[in-house]
């Protein structure tokens, strides 16, 4: 944080925030740790840091900043806390790790390729250490053609469709409805495992650098054990990890600590492809402001040409600074305008084309969300088995259901807590 | 699971392959990717499974924890070889010999 002004960048923020930040960057232990033990001694709520951390998905890199060199600042209980729940990350990441390499075996005794990214491999390769990341399901870049194949080997395998990812609509009878260029997550109930099939096509808010074509170019071969697995280059990973966060607008700051770490880990990196390929698929703001955030919060040393780039567009900065005050903003955000959402991922893009296709990808997105919401449910289904060909009737079944639901969410918003007791 | 006990001062071992570890506010979790059985080493367990992530002989790993550690060094020969020989027993180390043979 050499170049940036911290106390400017913290200033309205709370110190258990302030503290989780400067934990979990690149300098914890260099420079910020002044900072860190001046905060510790303040009067801070540990039980909201612990709430901040597991909401940020960070109590790993939270606990590994804390221990070395601070332990004996902080509250026994909370250590204690924190210690129990990395025990329990730690655990659940080999877990993971293991139902991949099983999974990834399967596929490959069946002739599917798959690309496997984020979750435990991403933590292998940006963290050195499967357990330093929160993941909770597998991520998989299938080829197009094989996605009904994988999809009846995990199921041969316990899991089953949850939902499908490409299109916000639920598929009612998905076996029979399994579209090849489609993307689903399965579930093993018995695991807990989510396991969800990428192929890259349909239609997206942001331009994807990569397609079904162009993906299979960007992999590199990690070794586990005795298995080599296939995984982006990092150089592709880096972009998709920026667009990701942007999309989301930098809510968890896990995401950031990834490509902080990916960076750190990686220092010789293909910087004119990553710039290059950012440019021509309309992401270079989405990158340069996602990389500007990193080296502001976690210290990420970035090369000149990135600095001069991000000096050069005033965008960037102010991208940042919203992302920022996102990332910062805690508790219940759903109420927040959804117009300073949008200004902000429409402001990311550069072209007229790609600001078209944003717009219309979120026209037609609000559109089957609509729909979804009309669609019945198992609920109304269980609250009359009605015939074929009355299903009709559950439409104006459903709406009922939604308008009380939605009253009575407004009645106890109005009169909180005892006076709507037993409603 | 019985291995012959094959570990002795000039003995070169590392980690084997087929797991993966963490570490663990100084201790270390281990996956063996084969079995699917996890084991934990404590902190001076930790720093030898450190040491032998590299091809490494006992001889000189039991002088790097001399160094640091004020322990008779016949009894931290014993406790070396004998966590060394579990690993081993557990197919976590590979002898170096013995895997290049």
């Known amino acids: 944080m050499n170049r940036d002004d911290d106390r400017e960048i913290f200033s309205s923020v709370r110190p258990e925030?302030?503290?989780?930040?400067?934990?979990?960057?690149?300098?914890?232990?260099?420079?910020?740790?002044?900072?860190?033990?001046?905060?510790?001694?303040?009067?801070?709520?540990?039980?909201?840091?612990?709430?901040?951390?597991?909401?940020?998905?960070?109590?790993?890199?939270?606990?590994?900043?804390?221990?070395?060199?601070?332990?004996?600042?902080?509250?026994?209980?909370?250590?204690?806390?924190?210690?129990?729940?990395?025990?329990?990350?730690?655990?659940?990441?080999?877990?993971?790790?293991?139902?991949?390499?099983?999974?990834?075996?399967?596929?490959?005794?069946?002739?599917?390729?798959a690309i496997s990214y984020k979750g435990p491999l991403l933590a292998e390769c940006a963290y050195d250490d499967p357990a330093l990341r929160q993941f909770f399901d597998l991520d998989l870049i299938v080829p197009l053609q094989d996605v009904p194949s994988a999809v009846a080997l995990l199921e041969s395998r316990g899991y089953y469709v949850k939902r499908e990812l490409t299109s916000p609509i639920r598929t009612r009878s998905l076996k029979s409805d399994l579209h090849p260029h489609h993307e689903y997550a399965l579930s093993n109930p018995t695991t807990g495992v989510t396991v969800e099939l990428h192929c890259l096509s349909g239609p997206r808010a942001y331009a994807y650098p990569l397609n079904p074509q162009t993906v299979w170019k960007q992999v590199e071969t990690v070794r586990i054990g005795e298995d080599t697995l296939d995984t982006l280059?990092?150089?592709?990973?880096?972009?998709?990890?920026?667009?990701?966060?942007?999309?989301?607008?930098?809510?968890?700051?896990?995401?950031?600590?990834?490509?902080?770490?990916?960076?750190?880990?990686?220092?010789?990196?293909d910087w004119d492809w990553i710039l290059k390929t950012a440019f021509l698929s309309g992401n270079e703001r989405i990158l340069l402001h996602s990389l500007l955030l990193a080296r502001q919060l976690l210290g990420v040393r970035l090369p000149p040409e990135i600095n001069a780039h991000i000096h050069a567009d005033p965008h960037v900065r102010r991208l940042s600074v919203q992302a920022r005050n996102h990332l910062f903003q805690t508790g219940d955000v759903s109420s927040e305008l959804v117009a300073s959402a949008l200004r902000y991922h429409f402001e990311t893009l550069t072209s007229g084309k790609h600001k078209t296709a944003f717009v219309l990808h979120k026209i037609l997105y609000s559109f089957n969300q609509s729909l979804t919401l009309l669609m019945p449910t198992e609920k109304e289904r269980k609250l009359a088995a009605l015939p074929e060909f009355l299903t009709f009737l559950y439409l104006p079944l459903r709406l009922a259901r939604l308008a009380v639901k939605y009253s009575s969410m407004a009645l106890l918003r109005r009169y909180p807590s005892n006076t709507v007791e037993g409603f | 699971m019985s291995k012959e006990k094959t570990i002795g001062p000039e003995t070169i071992?590392?980690?084997?392959q087929n797991q993966v570890s963490t570490d663990l506010q100084g201790e270390t979790v281990i996956l063996d990717l084969k079995s699917g059985v996890y084991y934990g080493l404590d902190a001076i367990g930790t720093e030898v499974w450190r040491m032998i992530q590299k091809p490494r002989s006992v001889k000189s790993i039991l002088e790097a924890l001399l160094n640091k550690y004020e322990v008779a060094p016949d009894r931290c020969e014993m406790d070396l070889v004998s966590l060394l020989e579990d690993l081993h027993a557990n197919n976590?180390?590979?002898?170096?010999?013995?895997?290049?043979?």
């Not at chain 1, 420079?31 to 860190?36: D, F, G, K, W």
């Not at chain 1, 332990?71 to 990441?93: G, I, K």
């Not at chain 1, 966060?245 to 490509?259: F, M, S």
Request: with cysteine.
């Open chain 2, 13 to 16: 071992l590392r980690a084997s």
């Open chain 1, 233 to 269: 280059r990092a150089e592709a990973m880096a972009l998709i990890l920026c667009i990701h966060g942007t999309k989301h607008r930098w809510a968890c700051l896990q995401w950031l600590c990834d490509v902080a770490a990916l960076i750190h880990s990686h220092p010789d990196l």
């Open chain 2, 92 to 101: 976590l180390v590979v002898i170096h010999d013995q895997e290049t043979a």
């Open chain 1, 17 to 113: 925030m302030e503290l989780l930040v400067r934990c979990v960057g690149l300098h914890a232990h260099e420079r910020c740790s002044q900072r860190i033990e001046e905060l510790l001694k303040a009067d801070l709520d540990f039980d909201y840091l612990v709430q901040l951390a597991v909401q940020h998905r960070v109590i790993p890199l939270l606990e590994r900043g804390l221990a070395n060199g601070h332990a004996r600042n902080l509250p026994a209980w909370f250590l204690q806390e924190l210690r129990e729940l990395r025990w329990y990350n730690t655990l659940h990441s080999l877990a993971m790790l293991e139902e991949l390499l099983a999974v990834l075996r399967i596929f490959r005794s069946h002739h599917i390729r």
